[in-house]
């Protein structure tokens, strides 16, 4: 679940002139000035909103010899309208996770200070991950890390950058060749039980 996508698509939609552009676009293709006519605004004002719907695909354009159409991508209403139906049916799966996001939050609180110096390495193994996961997030994905520029790195958080990244290591957070390190994908990281 892409929650990031969900909110632009609501946000976007929750718009009384975009939901009567969509309305409109429901009865089949029309163009700007069309619309701008039907709905008594100004063609600026129907090219901003345009804009908006399609930046979350709900509209998209054909150019027929010097007049674009705009028409419905009805596929990502329904779409979204079946995930958010989803989410609803499976609330079982949201409480889990905004369970599990309060205890990581808490987690993160007790083990760093205020202006982000890790206070010292958890014991217990979940903890622990939660704590690497959150140092590990802000290395970019892609980018080779020389061991001296990791070190720095790890240094803002706490001195003893040889046992974290020993971690970042065994927990298969990054990988190492010839001194030089790389972001693993989320998908191969260790994960709390």
Partial sequence: MQLDRIVAFHKTMGDPTRIRIVALLSGGPLHGQAIAGKLGLTPPTITHHIKKLREINVIYERRDKNTIYFHLNESVIRQQ???????????????????????????IRNFFTKDGKLQNIPAQRKKKLIVLEYMVRGLKAGKKYPEKELNGYIKQFHEDFATIRREFIINHYMYRENGIYELNPPEMWAKPE
């Fill in 81 to 107: 309208a079946k995930t958010l139906g989803r989410l609803i049916e499976e609330k079982e799966d949201v409480e889990e996770l905004i369970g599990q996001n309060l205890e990581r939050q808490k987690v």
